[in-house]
């Protein structure tokens, strides 16, 4: 039988059944969706005209907002959110920590007479003053300058959170310092839209038809989440420090049968995941998808794409939802890239597209993309882009839970290439001059019965080894962690087609298109694909041949975070961002020390989480295993004297040739901590260490603890095991 406390644990788990819904009064899905934002009808409803129309164009727009309506603004905001129960107002930001941060003041104030009202001004809704002295800032900031503020973003809608006692308003921010400069992962994503925004229009309006005015980016998230049972997790050190397990043997079944790929949801699974459905919808948050991801234990929540800096906040939103509600189910919610070592991780794929103020996907190539100016220079524009600033693109998803995935034969590699699928790799080809553009053979699927009408055939497969893969209207970036937030991925894809969209504006400049802009146009597509067409590629990405030829491209090929990083501020990616005002270079050089210190103290606490398990909880065990056969040995010697015990022997041997091992590999680890301050190391000095030293030593640790727990006697083994938290909901 396992331990005592394993063993409770399951039998608990074996004893419950799904939690009734939390709110069982929710009513009909269109009551209740956005009921809890301060959308468009609830501003058309409580604003004065004029403000109305003001606040709607910025949102829509991105352009500035007229500072006159933000009283007017504020306290129909307060009026709002007082008659839904509110007593207090947060402003909402995105710290470089990856999560979000909030500090919470009521309405309430003081009238002169001592009364007290629900007060909210102008000024309070667009300014906030968080101490930043504690949030990372890269070396933007020293400790005693601890001033920043919080700015209102009006293009992302307030919305209300209920909680235990209580309703708050919460008001998505931007942070930066008394200075000015960024502090946080927003202020540089509303940044690349400007940029994008303005390149992208400025190239359509030369392309001529109807003038546009505004251009976004937008992006649909696939949310990926493992769900361990709690009572289980609080056994596990490393789950509750580091979010995934430090130790653990594989069990004899794991994802080999295919079986839990979209298999059938569990009772107690689909509860929890129709509560965090219904608290989405309540807030806007058009939760589309569910179902079982390919490991056990794993699965995915997709909402409908919106416009990108609206999903960067609603995918926090989302996280931080799936979270607590799974602790309100007895669950534990694992955002980490890799909680189990050998079965699938999680991702988060970033569906990127570009739309324009007429309704139009910029990005959709319609019958006849050969045909379409506007598709080949959008298209053309995002290969070079991806092709200038591959680099840039992994450094955007790199970090210590990241580099279990990428390139596992579970995620793409750290490769960066383009998938375009068949249709257009033709439409590349023929531009090229390489063959004819053949008759689309798109057709129809015909199964061989007879009641089941043909089944149209979309125009390309897909590539789930292609780290961007093109997906019918829009790219697919794959290779974004589960625990990220998107806001650099998106920063990065914006800044650099923006660049790219505006080298092709100069081109189209210099060349003087007012002769034949359709010649113009395609001379400069067919060089530009041209040059930068050895980043296209179909096939798996995943092979060894694919890395061989990459290496002969001169594709990048930046296995780590620790080889990755510096990238980050390299001169034409400093250039790229100075020149879309994205970072300044002391911005950027802050960003880098950031993920460069949240990298090494991630490895650390993993490190020490790791020696503290193996000195309190796993070594003791193996002891325990050893001196129970030793036991076993004598008593049985004394009491058959003349029986071989070769068995046994064998057994007590192996173990102690472990505890051995396990002991010698616990001092090297504990010597590699001891010396992780000890010198003085810059940033990527410190990474590299990490990389080269803890890691490896940290790896030989496990490699050893996890032989001996398939030697351990069960009822003595500590750790709720592999088999339990992935197959016991």
């Known amino acids: 039988m396992p331990s005592s406390a394993r063993r409770a644990a399951i039998q608990a788990i074996a004893a419950q059944g799904p939690l009734a819904p939390t709110d069982t009064d929710r009513g009909p899905l269109t009551e209740i969706y956005g009921s809890m934002v301060f959308n468009e009808r609830s501003q058309r409803q409580r604003l004065p005209k004029a403000a109305y129309k003001k606040l709607r164009h910025t949102m829509q727009?991105?352009?500035?907002?007229?500072?006159?309506?933000?009283?007017?603004?504020?306290?129909?905001?307060?009026?709002?959110?007082?008659?839904?129960?509110?007593?207090?107002?947060?402003?909402?930001?995105?710290?470089?920590?990856?999560?979000?941060?909030?500090?919470?003041?009521?309405?309430?104030?003081?009238?002169?007479?001592?009364?007290?009202?629900?007060?909210?001004?102008?000024?309070?809704?667009?300014?906030?003053?968080?101490?930043?002295?504690?949030?990372?800032s890269g070396g933007l900031r020293s400790t005693f300058e601890a001033r920043g503020y919080t700015q209102w973003d009006p293009t992302s809608p307030a919305f209300l959170r209920k909680g235990p006692g209580g309703v708050t308003l919460f008001i998505p921010t931007a942070f930066c310092s008394w200075t000015g400069e960024a502090l946080d992962k927003k202020t540089p994503l509303l940044r690349s839209e400007e940029a994008v925004n303005h390149a992208a229009v400025r190239l359509l309006n030369k392309l001529g038809g109807e003038k546009v005015e505004n251009v976004y980016s937008t992006i649909g998230l696939e949310q990926e989440y493992f769900l361990v049972d709690r009572r289980l997790a609080d056994l596990r050190p490393d789950l509750l420090s580091c979010g995934r397990t430090l130790f653990g043997a594989n069990p004899p079944k794991g994802q080999e049968l295919a079986d839990n790929y979209f298999g059938a949801i569990n009772e107690r699974v689909l509860g929890y995941m129709q509560d965090v459905e219904y608290e989405l919808w309540k807030l806007g948050i058009p939760a589309k998808t569910r179902h079982n991801e390919v490991a056990p234990g794993q699965f995915e929540l997709a909402p409908i794409f919106k416009k990108a800096t609206v999903s960067v906040d609603q995918n926090m939103v989302i996280m931080?939802?799936?979270?607590?509600?799974?602790?309100?189910?007895?669950?534990?919610?694992?955002?980490?890239?890799?909680?189990?070592?050998?079965?699938?991780?999680?991702?988060?794929?970033?569906?990127?597209?570009?739309?324009?103020?007429?309704?139009?996907?910029?990005?959709?190539?319609?019958?006849?993309?050969?045909?379409?100016?506007?598709?080949?220079?959008?298209?053309?524009?995002?290969?070079?882009?991806?092709?200038?600033?591959?680099?840039?693109?992994?450094?955007?998803?790199?970090?210590?839970?990241?580099?279990?995935?990428?390139?596992?034969?579970?995620?793409?590699?750290?490769?960066?290439?383009?998938?375009?699928?068949?249709?257009?790799?033709?439409?590349?080809?023929?531009?090229?001059?390489?063959?004819?553009?053949?008759?689309?053979?798109?057709?129809?699927?015909?199964?061989?019965?007879?009641?089941?009408?043909?089944?149209?055939?979309?125009?390309?497969?897909?590539?789930?080894?292609?780290?961007?893969?093109?997906?019918?209207?829009?790219?697919?970036?794959?290779?974004?962690?589960?625990?990220?937030?998107?806001?650099?991925?998106?920063?990065?894809?914006?800044?650099?087609?923006?660049?790219?969209?505006?080298?092709?504006?100069?081109?189209?400049e210099s060349r003087g298109a007012n002769g034949n802009l359709k010649d113009v146009v395609h001379e400069i597509v067919v060089e530009t694909l041209r040059k930068h067409e050895r980043v296209l590629f179909s096939g798996d990405n995943y092979s060894e041949q694919w890395t061989a030829e990459a290496e002969k491209r001169g594709l990048p090929n930046l296995k780590d975070t620790a080889t990755a990083l510096p990238h980050f501020v390299a001169d034409h990616n400093i250039a790229l961002f100075e020149s879309t005002k994205v970072f300044t270079r002391r911005e950027a050089e802050s960003r880098l020390n950031v993920m460069c210190e949240n990298y090494a103290q991630q490895i650390r606490i993993e490190g020490a989480t790791s020696t503290q398990m193996v000195s309190t909880l796993i070594l003791p065990a193996a002891v325990r295993q050893q001196t129970l056969l030793a036991h076993s040995i004598a008593e049985t010697r004394q009491a058959l004297p003349d029986v071989e015990l070769?068995?046994?022997?064998?057994?007590?041997?192996?173990?102690?040739?472990?505890?051995?091992?396990?002991?010698?590999?616990?001092?090297?680890?504990?010597?590699?901590?001891?010396?992780?301050?000890?010198?003085?190391?810059?940033?990527?000095?410190?990474?590299?260490f990490c990389r080269d030293t803890v890691i490896p030593a940290r790896a030989e640790l496990r490699g050893v603890a996890d032989k001996i727990e398939d030697l351990v006697d069960d009822s003595l083994w500590p750790l709720p095991k592999y088999r339990e938290m992935l197959f016991h909901r």
């Not at 007017?72 to 710290?95: I, L, Y």
């Not at 472990?658 to 010198?679: A, H, N, P, Q, T």
């Open 320 to 508: 931080e939802l799936l979270r607590t509600i799974a602790e309100r189910h007895g669950l534990k919610c694992l955002m980490h890239e890799k909680p189990f070592n050998g079965i699938n991780g999680s991702g988060k794929h970033n569906n990127w597209s570009l739309s324009d103020n007429l309704g139009r996907n910029l990005l959709e190539p319609g019958s006849t993309p050969e045909d379409s100016l506007q598709f080949l220079l959008f298209l053309t524009a995002t290969i070079r882009a991806v092709d200038r600033h591959a680099d840039l693109m992994r450094v955007s998803v790199a970090s210590a839970a990241n580099d279990h995935r990428l390139g596992a034969n579970e995620a793409p590699p750290a490769i960066i290439s383009i998938f375009l699928g068949s249709q257009l790799e033709g439409v590349v080809n023929a531009l090229l001059g390489r063959e004819s553009l053949g008759a689309s053979h798109v057709g129809e699927i015909r199964l061989g019965v007879s009641a089941m009408p043909p089944l149209p055939r979309d125009i390309t497969d897909r590539n789930r080894t292609s780290p961007f893969a093109f997906t019918g209207n829009k790219f697919e970036f794959r290779a974004v962690g589960s625990s990220q937030s998107t806001a650099y991925p998106t920063t990065v894809l914006n800044a650099i087609v923006a660049d790219s969209l505006n080298y092709l504006s100069d081109e189209i």
């Open 61 to 136: 727009t991105g352009q500035s907002l007229d500072p006159a309506i933000a009283d007017a603004v504020a306290a129909a905001m307060r009026d709002w959110a007082v008659e839904n129960g509110a007593t207090h107002f947060t402003h909402w930001f995105q710290p470089m920590t990856g999560q979000t941060a909030e500090k919470h003041d009521s309405f309430l104030s003081l009238t002169s007479d001592d009364h007290i009202i629900n007060e909210f001004s102008g000024s309070a809704l667009i300014r906030g003053e968080p101490d930043a002295s504690s949030f990372p």
């Open 646 to 688: 070769h068995a046994q022997e064998a057994m007590l041997r192996e173990i102690t040739s472990f505890i051995m091992e396990l002991s010698s590999s616990l001092k090297k680890l504990e010597d590699k901590l001891r010396s992780f301050d000890d010198e003085d190391r810059g940033t990527i000095d410190l990474v590299n």
